[in-house]
């Protein structure tokens, strides 16, 4: 194939969707929220019944202790990590129960497992549960990933009933760790950053990296906050930037991906954030699949730190195009100057254009929607994202007397969630 990339992408305005070519790669990483939820029990309802079909029909007829039925009385501040960070959801899912449309989130085995799948990135089905143990109002659950075999030892997850109590209780995961990993006390080294170090055990050999995701409710998405680390010996010290909660609280998960994304290991605890109204804006991922919506909010959170080492695993240096040079490592040039990466959050939290087809190089889904605009007959609205991208009038007058249309930064993911292209501007 003559046609190069960039120059694809340079005029996809008017490019013709095509069939794609059988034989594209297969993602390089699993996005571990392509099955992420929504939001509260709605989202729930949907993966429950996945993993109820598949790997938990049996969890629900599993003997445990019941608990007594009754209030819950609790100390100040909402003990839940997951997927209820607060009463308001906790009791949203629990009128979900009552009315049967979330009954594993009514078992400690249950919600166990719509975290495997949900939160560890485990394939529906995957999921084992080795030990069970009750205590009132209180559980612990031992799961082990039937695909990763005995060297990876069983994640802990500890649950609880933070409301009603009994067989109809809602369980809330309050607590997730493995001995793969041992998080040292978080420490927050300045406003809005965490710092964590720790080591990783001596039984385990093959991780490459852990990633940590902060978040705020039933989804990893949208992030407060992401970095990841790549890992040089047994030890790990690193710190994450955290945006603002309602509350000053969010969760934290520290995970060790494998190849596909599934978390070998992880571990989830409480994490302090500034105290103020979330990050208005983020990643704008309306229609997006959820593999490219993945890499995007990665590349958003990466973009907003300046940290070019987490954006080096979502492209392939051999085929990446930067600003027209097809097949370039563009990480060094960031290294030196991450300042160029500076119009990347502002890009993406625009909607994306209508994903298109490319023949060699599959469906690509490109940030912003302004590639498709007609600069003959701009609507407020386009007017006003052009100058949140930073445009005058004259700017904007000089792309319309240009004729060329839309002339400033761009970026294309495709269909794997793999990062393609990274444009500062037109040509």
């Not at 694809?8 to 969707?17: G, R, V």
């Amino acid at each position: 194939m003559t046609t190069r990339l960039p120059n694809l992408l340079h005029d996809l305005a008017s490019e013709i969707p095509i069939d794609v070519e059988s034989g594209l790669r297969p993602t390089l990483r699993r996005a571990r929220i392509r099955r992420g939820l929504t939001a509260g029990a709605a989202g729930l309802a949907v993966v429950g019944l996945i993993v109820a079909s598949l790997s938990a029909i049996d969890l629900l007829s599993r003997t445990t202790t019941p608990a007594t039925t009754g209030p819950n009385p609790r100390p100040a501040g909402f003990a839940g990590l997951w997927p209820e960070t607060d009463v308001e959801a906790l009791a949203v899912t629990q009128a979900a129960i009552d009315e049967g449309h979330v009954p594993l989130q009514a078992s400690p085995e249950g919600i166990a497992s719509l975290l495997a799948v949900n939160v560890l990135g485990w394939d529906p089905g995957d999921d084992q549960v080795e030990h069970v143990e009750v205590r009132g109002s209180e559980a612990e659950i031992m799961i082990r990933n039937r695909v990763f075999g005995d060297s990876v030892q069983p994640t802990t997850v500890k649950v609880s009933q933070l409301g009603r109590t009994g067989t109809s209780g809602a369980w809330s995961v309050v607590g997730v760790s493995s001995p793969l990993i041992q998080l040292d006390e978080l420490a927050h080294t300045a406003p809005g950053v965490v710092h964590l170090s720790g080591r990783l055990s001596d039984r385990f050999e093959g991780a490459s990296a852990l990633e940590a995701q902060v978040f705020d409710g039933p989804a990893l998405v949208p992030s407060v906050g992401f970095a990841r680390y790549e890992l040089t010996d047994r030890t790990f010290a690193f710190d994450v930037a955290v945006a603002p909660t309602p509350d000053g609280r969010a969760t934290l998960l520290l995970t060790m991906p494998d190849s596909t994304g599934a978390s070998l290991g992880a571990v989830m605890v409480r994490v302090e954030t500034p105290v103020g109204d979330p990050r208005p804006s983020g990643p704008n991922l309306n229609g997006v699949p959820p593999d490219v919506a993945a890499t995007a909010q990665r590349i958003y959170d990466a973009a907003l730190a300046g940290d070019v080492d987490s954006l080096a695993p979502l492209l392939d240096p051999n085929t990446f195009a930067y600003n027209f040079d097809d097949g370039s490592d563009p990480i060094p040039t960031w290294r030196e100057d991450p300042s160029v990466l500076d119009p990347i959050a502002a890009v993406l939290e625009l909607p994306a254009a209508e994903p298109r087809t490319i023949r060699g190089y599959g469906t690509l889904t490109i940030w912003p929607y302004l590639i498709d605009t007609d600069f003959d007959a701009l609507t407020e609205r386009e007017r006003a994202d052009l100058e949140s991208l930073g445009y005058t009038e004259e700017d904007i007058q000089l792309m319309i007397d240009g004729g060329f249309g839309y002339q400033g930064p761009r970026l294309a993911i495709d269909q794997t969630g793999l990062w393609r292209s990274f444009t500062t501007m037109g040509e």
